[in-house]
């Protein structure tokens, strides 16, 4: 079966061809510059157009879609009443759910007939359990608005976890692991028995680890104390959070990683400041998690920079499993969002349920009773 992976943002098409269950990729590339001024791709469906003159004998479409709320607790065949749902996330993912959506209505236009499946950044962490995922917030924020900790990269958490219990001849549902996704965007994820427990990012990506341009965990009292100091109205605030905090901010120079280690060597202080100050909350959530699990068995590294900046992966774990008697394993795993993807895609498509630990589901079940005394 040829599955088509299409990752769809708001001016771009990010896409992989395979062939399933062979993982066999066949083709990839990135349609850019969708709906920008001089550009001649004038919407997603002729970016699309673009695509499907590279590739033949598309079977399936499998996209990734960031926001599903509580929704969608798994992948799923796309209808109608799956097209409205997501179109309701659009509230709580205005940045990425209308260009996620966009990538499905383009293929149901051009690929009439062939089925799709989405595939969501928040299904991963529905596991996790009601105690962690709620704010101290009055309850009907919950209840009436959807306001809760959501997590996302769950579909790369999900893979390296995985890949992580494969490649060291582990069954996963008898492991404590922890999952770092360094990137651009940052997360942390405790997966105990191939579930995921808790994760850093919370109602949206910009809660915590310090990353490239986002802050992270910040005393919210400070938004409005900044609002106020600087006379910023609500999109100026968020744009700063979002866009000019994290290693970009704290350093005044870049949110590359290997530029602020650089000039860390020739001895910039920021740099290094910058630097410190990612080490040290990958270090903190690390321990919180090895704490809430009662150990760690392997500890995962990710995503650009967990993959390849060896120098920041030694520092955040220098002596940090000291207390421990079982020290656990630390793997390097690349990941394949994509091809994750393409399997759930194939599974779907061939009638298959995705695999769900009956004592999870269990204690999902023991989790909704308690919420409904």
Known sequence: MNILVINSGSSSIKYKFFQMPKKKLLAEGKIEHIGETGSDIQDHKAGLKLILNKINSVDAVGHRVVHGAE???KPVLIDQPVIKKIRECCSIA????????????????LLKGVRQ????????????????????????????????KYGFHGTSHEYVAHEAAHALKQHINELKMITCHLGNGCSITAVDQGKSIDTSMGFTPLEGLVMGTRCGDIDPALITHIMKKKRLDIISMDNLLNKESGLKGISGLSNDMRVLEENSRKGNKRA??????????????????????????????????GENQRGIRGRITKNIFKHLNKKPKIIVIPT???????KQTYQLMNGRELRRDPAHSAGLINAKRRRQR
């Open 71 to 73: 929704r969608f607790k």
């Open 272 to 305: 290094r400041l910058a630097l410190d100050i990612f080490v040290y909350r990958v270090k903190k959530y690390i321990g919180a998690y090895t704490a809430i699990m009662g150990g760690c068995d392997i500890l995962v590294f990710t995503g650009g920079i």
């Open 94 to 109: 205005p940045l990425h759910n209308p260009a996620n959506l966009a990538g499905i209505l383009a293929c149901s236009k």
């Open 336 to 342: 394949n969002e994509e091809l994750m993807i393409a």
């Open 117 to 148: 499946a989405a595939v969501f950044d928040t299904a991963f962490h529905q596991s996790i359990p009601d105690y962690a995922y709620i704010y101290g917030l009055p309850y009907e924020y919950y209840t009436k608005f959807c306001i809760r």
